[in-house]
């Protein structure tokens, strides 16, 4: 239901946008959060942003280079990533959930996930 695109490979200081297109229901009342993968690594919260898109969470390491969007006539959410590092290289998953606080950084909240795209950043 949930479907992520916009991965690739892109050189350090580079950008990419990543989409997540919703199906089969409509998500304009979840708050939706992206989080990635590293390799070897444990699932880490990158952005969350409200259903109503007013309100905004990041993590500390992309703050100020990423940006969460969501586009709820098209059922849609964006993550705009700029500057990007090599650490930045990961399995990108957007997510769904019914709930916005500071529980939206962890991954339990949510009940829905995309099946992720891979983004690789190159020094």
């Known amino acids: 239901q949930l479907q992520a695109s916009g991965g690739g490979l892109v050189q350090a200081g580079g950008s990419l946008r990543l989409s997540c297109a919703a199906s089969?229901?409509?998500?304009?009342?979840?708050?939706m959060g992206w989080f990635r993968q590293a390799p070897g690594k444990e699932r880490a919260f990158v952005a969350a942003i409200k259903w109503s898109g007013d309100n905004t969470y990041y993590a500390d390491s992309v703050k100020g280079r990423f940006t969460i969007s969501r586009d709820n006539a098209k059922n849609t959410v964006y993550l705009q990533m700029a500057s990007l590092r090599p650490e930045d290289t990961a399995v990108y998953y957007c997510?769904?959930?019914?709930?916005?606080?500071?529980?939206?950084?962890?991954?339990?909240?949510?009940?829905?996930w995309g099946q992720g795209t891979q983004v690789t950043v190159s020094s």
């Open positions: 089969g229901r409509t998500f304009s009342s979840y708050t």
């Open positions: 997510a769904a959930s019914r709930l916005w606080s500071s529980v939206v950084v962890g991954a339990s909240v949510y009940g829905y």
